[in-house]
């Protein structure tokens, strides 16, 4: 008589026993499957919405700077040979090879300004980019259409009294539609005369604790009009998805692309996100490897009592002839199709159960990938638990005397 079909004979007699025992090999490979799977694709949305929050490269203009020494006292440093950015620079960065991952572009322009009776900061925008790129931003009001509209920074409009706090009830009725929650004031003053033209105050950013405090924006084209420096930039924001490829190798392909300006990555917003995304990765792990190590821990339960209970059958075996290998090839054939087939199982119920509860995990619609690497491990994984837990049991089975038979005689 053949082992394997000694191994089937036995499986089909104790359905209950290896339904079970597939039941919780399935369970914990489902458990983790769905985990992993979920941790993938709403890692891919944590990535993008990260990256698509404020920039994470700056490209400003090149220039050489020489710091004086005269007579053992420090003057200040001397910039030279000062590059220029234009706007079709902005443009070009489109032309790069990974210019599928740039989220978002942001040129400006910025410049002191006579504003009444002080001097300020004057920053010119393109309002669809900058608004994406400053989703933190809250305006009071809304956003700048026309050319002589402005947007005000917190402080600079608290200064120049363009606005009054309001009551918790009155907020509501000041923020009108596209505002971003506003804050807890009203623009009083709706007209502000920058460098002797008189704009019209639309919106006021409730408080960042940030330089756009300081800060009046206005377009981009106007604002260069305004300081009489057509075509030039000061600087341009990007915001780079950086989730399958180092921020490194975006930088380097604009400094290629626009020899003459220095491209930094700002490295704390970089790191920020490559640590949300490692912490979610270790989260998934570490509960998938608690869920599968309590199946293994039922697996060894239920194998050890299987040992017990077929005893007088082992014992039997063992008078007729039948060896300690065969005992083990035997058991091993048993475990190893349970765990196969609790491996399929797991594999397709976790897929189904994570392509059910991805909507509900993520704001965005992502996609819900089958990986077919994801399969085989978990058809690997299940032969791993259940011949691993398995395997005391086994062997104790394997070392029964004959003479254990008689008892059950």
């Not at 489902?30 to 709403?42: F, Q, R």
Request: hydrophobic content about 45%.
């Amino acid at each position: 008589m053949r082992i394997s079909t000694i191994a089937l004979a036995n499986l089909k007699r104790r359905k209950g026993k290896a339904l079970f025992l597939t039941a919780g090999i399935s369970i914990g490979i489902g458990t983790a499957v769905a985990l992993l799977s979920l941790s993938n694709s709403i890692r891919e949305e944590i990535g993008s919405q990260l990256d698509r929050f404020g920039a994470n490269i700056v490209v400003v203009p090149q220039s050489n700077n020489l710091a004086l020494d005269y007579g053992g006292v420090a003057v200040s440093s001397v910039s030279f040979d000062v590059k220029q950015l234009k706007n079709q620079d902005a443009v070009d960065l489109h032309d790069i090879p990974y210019r599928d991952r740039l989220s978002v572009v942001s040129p400006k322009l910025l410049g002191a300004v006579k504003v009444e009776d002080t001097e300020a900061l004057l920053a010119g925008v393109n309002f669809d980019d900058e608004l994406k790129l400053k989703r933190w931003w809250q305006i009071t009001g809304r956003r700048p259409v026309a050319e002589d509209e402005i947007l005000v920074g917190y402080e600079v409009a608290r200064v120049l009294g363009l606005i009054e706090p309001v009551a918790m009830a009155e907020m509501t009725s000041h923020s009108s539609h596209g505002s971003h929650g506003g804050g807890q004031f009203k623009i009083s003053r709706e007209r502000l005369q920058i460098a002797g033209r008189q704009h019209r105050v639309t919106g006021a950013l409730a408080a960042t604790s940030g330089p756009e405090d300081r800060m009046i924006f206005a377009s981009l084209a106007h604002v260069q009009q305004l300081l009489q420096k057509s075509d030039q930039l000061s600087l341009i924001e990007v915001s780079a998805l950086c989730k399958d490829c180092p921020v490194e190798d975006i930088v380097h392909q604009i400094s290629d692309r626009l020899p003459h300006a220095k491209v930094s990555a700002i490295q704390q917003s970089v790191r920020a996100r490559e640590h949300t995304i490692e912490r979610l990765t270790r989260f998934s792990a570490v509960v998938s490897i608690v869920v599968l190590g309590i199946g293994a821990l039922m697996i060894f339960t239920t194998m050890m009592g299987a040992v017990v209970e077929r005893t007088k059958e082992i014992g039997v075996l063992r008078a007729i002839g039948f060896r300690k290998a065969h005992i083990i090839r035997g058991l091993m054939i048993e475990v190893s199709l349970i765990s196969a087939a609790g491996g399929i199982i797991g594999w397709g119920a976790g897929m189904l159960a994570g392509w059910f509860a991805l909507p509900y995990f993520a704001e965005t619609e992502i996609s819900f990938e089958i990986q077919p690497l994801l399969a085989v491990g978990a058809i690997a994984a299940g032969l791993v638990i259940g011949i691993v837990s398995s395997f005391y049991p086994i062997i104790r089975a394997s070392r029964l005397d004959p003479s254990e038979a008689v008892r059950y005689v």
